[in-house]
């Protein structure tokens, strides 16, 4: 018996620090990016797809995507703006005691506000690009050229000429995100991004886990 209570004390108190490890993970948990909240970035690619049979839903569905990326510009402005504070806090307590003001101002060059600012541009840009306006218009296209090589196509049964450019449309979201989010990346970081020096300092890949950018699921750091 008190073997068995000992394991059942131990598995208590391991499933108690797991519990604990995910609360303290949940810090970094964007609602945005990792809840089902990010399929509203796909909104206007949808609308996109069905616009011929559908055309008034084709607006509303680009005011769901810029509603989207309005709102997790401002989150991501929101993150930086609290997690540049606790940084700053931090590295203030700590060392205090040991060194000047002015070393502290140096370690970060660039105020709180202009990080934020950055943070908050940064991503209203790129989502604006890489999740609503490029593969809008890239879905636009395939919908349109496929439907027109159907209707031309008069050996295909009706239902296929109507439908037909819709699936072409839905089949092709998975293979543009990747491709547009990179080419967006590319884009800005030789324009924008060289303005204002977006992440002078560090990759602004490395919180992604890998190089490949997923602007409706993966954060950025500013620096």
């Known amino acids: ?12 108190n391991t499933n108690t620090n797991n519990s604990v490890d995910v609360n303290v993970n949940d810090k970094d948990f964007n609602i945005f990016r990792d809840s089902p909240v990010r399929y509203f ?3 206007n690619e949808l609308g996109e797809s069905f616009r011929h049979q559908f055309p008034k839903f084709v607006r509303p569905s680009y ?13 991501s402005g929101y993150n930086q703006w609290t997690n540049n504070n606790t940084t700053i806090n931090s590295s203030s307590s700590s060392s ?12 970060h060059p660039r105020s709180n ?8 541009v940064d991503s209203l840009i790129w989502q604006s690009l890489a999740s609503v306006l490029v593969p809008g218009a890239t879905i636009n296209v395939i919908v349109s050229t496929s439907r027109l090589l159907l209707t031309r196509a008069t050996f295909l049964p009706t239902i296929a000429a109507a439908w037909g450019p819709s699936a072409f449309g839905l089949a092709a979201i ?7 989010d990179k080419g967006v990346d590319t884009l800005m970081d030789h324009t924008v991004r060289e303005w204002y020096q ?26």
């Open 96 to 107: 205090s005691k040991n060194k000047p003001d002015s070393h502290n101002q140096n370690t």
């Open 1 to 12: 018996n008190t073997n068995t209570n000992t394991n059942t004390n131990t598995n208590t």
């Open 63 to 75: 005011i769901v995507a810029f509603g989207y990326v309005f709102m997790d510009s401002a989150y």
């Open 198 to 223: 977006y992440n002078n300092n560090n990759n602004h890949h490395q919180n992604d886990g890998d190089a490949t950018t997923e602007g409706k699921e993966k954060g950025r750091v500013y620096d």
């Open 174 to 180: 998975p293979f543009i995100i990747h491709p547009i």
């Open 113 to 120: 506000q202009t990080k934020t600012a950055i943070a908050t």
């Open 41 to 43: 970035g796909y909104a």
